[in-house]
Each structure stands twice: as structure tokens, then as C-alpha cells.
């Protein structure tokens, strides 16, 4: 049974605006941010996808142009993040190291 294309369309339209923000990480340790950022970049590539063919194929669709525009900067946004994450774990790992 192919799942139906609005439900995609109807869920990415509910969080787009979080598509673009970073993720809670209050409580979490690095691993746990990390592996939800990867996560996050997963979702985003399907769902690029999902949107390329979508407004690439001959059939009409839900997906915009705009919509692949954000989904590409999400990715982007992301990137940034989890850099940003990975940057910080490096430094506190290396500053414990040297305290020791």
C-alpha cells in the first residue's frame, strides 16, 4: 500500500517553521544532541526528496518551489548546529584533558 503524499505534505507543514531552529538540547548529553541532529538531517534529505520529485514530476503535487527553498536551508541550519555541537564537545573534551 503506497503511503498517501499529503500525509508527508500535511506533517512538514505543521513543523516547518522548527525546520529551521535548533533543537532543545537543555538536559541532553552531547551524544544524545548529536544523534538527534543526525536524525533531523535524515528526515530533512527524505523529505528533499520527496519535494525535488514532487515538483520535478509530470503529476501536480503538494510541495512548492518555496517549500524546497526551506527545506534546503534547514539542512543547512542544521549543519550549522550539529557543527556547532560537535565543535563543543571537542573543546570540553580537550579542556577535561588538560585539567587532568
Not at 50 to 68: A, S
Amino acid at each position: 500500500m503506497k503511503k498517501d503524499l499529503s500525509t508527508d505534505y500535511e506533517t512538514y507543514k505543521e513543523i516547518m517553521t522548527d525546520l529551521l531552529r535548533p533543537i532543545e538540547g537543555k538536559g541532553l548529553d552531547i551524544d544524545t544532541l548529536r544523534r538527534l541532529y543526525e536524525s533531523k538531517l535524515v528526515y530533512l534529505e527524505n523529505l528533499r526528496i520527496k519535494c525535488f520529485l514532487e515538483i520535478n514530476g509530470e503529476r501536480t503535487g503538494y510541495f512548492t518551489v518555496e517549500d524546497y527553498q526551506l527545506i534546503l536551508k534547514a539542512v543547512q541550519e542544521t549543519n550549522s548546529h550539529l557543527r556547532t555541537v560537535m565543535l563543543g564537545a571537542i573543546t570540553h573534551h580537550l579542556a577535561r584533558k588538560a585539567a587532568s
